[in-house]
């Protein structure tokens, strides 16, 4: 199933390589663009937006599930909605010999929904959702605090979730790149093509001989 996706017809250049081999090029990318959109939409509604036929997006999305690409799907929620409205960052210092013990407590606590191991003045990142700002001091001063593990915390709280992608990809840059040079690009004025915000100076002889013409 690789091979076939790999050698797909219009396929465009190699952008990655990713689990047990399967080479990820321009129309991989267009069909992950594609599922961040809507991961519910049908193989023939795919094959239409990423220009292919209808059996080779089918061969190609099955080929990212197998190869490890398109981890799952799953329903993306409003976190407010199901009365979760205070989101907070915990940064964690953890005592070195102790990483086993703090891995451990951390999965058992239901409001973390995502943890990382960082550099930097912490060693871990923890946010946590949660109903109230007294979930978060509790959860702070009597659960962490009370953790061997744990030598200090400090905690930030998240005033306003700006951007949430579920991912990103190599192509987003790319077409990021593409508005930019597009966006310098200056304008042509309809009538002198010179570009819109400068200036463009007559000399005196050809203003008058305009004048005369017009008159």
């Not at 220009?51 to 197998?66: C, D, H, K, P």
Request: proline content about 3%; overall charge positive; some cysteine.
């Amino acid at each position: 199933m690789s091979d076939i996706s790999r050698n797909g017809a219009g396929g465009g250049g190699q952008a990655g390589r990713i689990g047990i081999g399967l080479e990820l090029d321009d129309i991989h990318m267009k069909i992950l663009e594609v599922l961040r959109e809507n991961g519910r939409i049908s193989v023939a509604a795919l094959a239409e937006r990423v220009g292919i036929s209808r059996a080779n997006a089918y061969t190609r999305f099955e080929a990212l599930r197998a190869d490890g690409a398109i981890k799952r799907f799953t329903a993306e929620i409003d976190h407010v909605r199901a009365g979760l409205g205070i989101t907070a960052l915990i940064f964690v210092t953890v005592r070195q010999q102790m990483w086993k013990q703090f891995r451990a407590e951390l999965a058992r606590m239901p409001e973390v929904e995502y943890c990382a191991i960082t550099t930097g003045q912490h060693d871990a990142m923890i946010q946590v959702r949660v109903s109230d700002v007294a979930a978060v001091h509790s959860m702070v001063t009597d659960r962490l605090a009370n953790i061997p593990a744990v030598k200090a915390t400090e905690t930030v709280f998240i005033l306003d979730e700006v951007l949430r992608r579920p991912y990103v990809l190599p192509s987003d840059r790319d077409r990021d790149r593409d508005r930019s040079r597009q966006a310098r690009r200056p304008a042509q004025d309809a009538e002198g093509g010179v570009p819109l915000g400068k200036m463009r100076f007559v000399g005196a002889a050809e203003g008058r001989a305009a004048l005369r013409k017009d008159s």
